[in-house]
Structure formats: structure tokens, C-alpha cells
Nanobody, 119 residues
């Protein structure tokens, strides 16, 4: 069992910044990719950013240049620095990670953290 706990969401004005954190704990030998997804009301969940264990990252076009994903492998933690926030960034942000425990692969999701950007 792996637990992903997100923190750092909240209410911010357009143009502001927030930093999300997600810490993984539990049955972990290795974590491969860690990522952030978001889901706005009435919309499908979408990928925001992902980062490999080696530090290679990829972003949705809508957040490129504004969001930065990073991770601390020693702490099994992934971060999402969000700058120049827009009202359309309002959503529940979910942490995702995949890895291994005793050679068995796993994929887990966090419960999500609300980000609200006011205009």
C-alpha cells in the first residue's frame, strides 16, 4: 500500500502563485514517474506535468512557461510550482505516482487538493 498526500492548494488571485507538494509513503522500493493531473468541474482529468526519476519533465501546453515540476527522490516528494495563475487553472489537482514494491509494479493517486484562481 502506498499513500500519496497532497498539500498547498488554496485560493489565489489571477497572476499569483502557489506551490503544491505531494509526499509518497508506504510500500516503496522504487518510484518511477511522478506527476500532477487536474480536473475542473464538468471536464475530464488531464495531465498537467510529469517528471521521471531521472528528472526529465514534460508539461501540458497550457501550463508551459508558467508551471515547474520538481522532485526530491530522497523524500519521495514531488512539487508543482505554479506561477502566473489564471482562472482557467481552477481545478482539483491530483498527484500520481508509479513504482515498485518487491518487484511488483503499482500506481497510486492522491485524494486531490483544490486550487481556485479568482479573476
Amino acid at each position: 500500500q502506498v499513500r500519496l498526500v497532497e498539500s498547498g492548494g488554496g485560493l489565489v488571485q489571477a497572476g499569483g502563485s502557489l506551490r503544491l507538494s505531494c509526499a509518497a509513503s508506504g510500500s516503496i522500493n522504487r518510484i518511477n514517474d511522478m506527476g500532477w493531473y487536474r480536473q475542473a468541474p464538468g471536464k475530464q482529468r488531464e495531465l498537467v506535468a510529469v517528471i521521471t526519476s531521472g528528472g526529465r519533465s514534460d508539461y501540458a501546453d497550457s501550463v508551459k512557461g508558467r508551471f515547474t515540476i520538481s522532485r526530491d527522490n530522497a523524500r519521495n516528494t514531488v512539487y508543482l510550482q505554479m506561477n502566473s495563475l489564471k482562472p482557467e487553472d481552477t481545478a482539483v489537482y491530483y498527484c500520481n505516482a508509479d513504482g515498485q514494491w518487491l518487484s511488483k509494479p503499482w500506481v497510486y493517486w492522491g485524494r486531490g487538493t483544490q486550487v481556485t484562481v479568482s479573476s
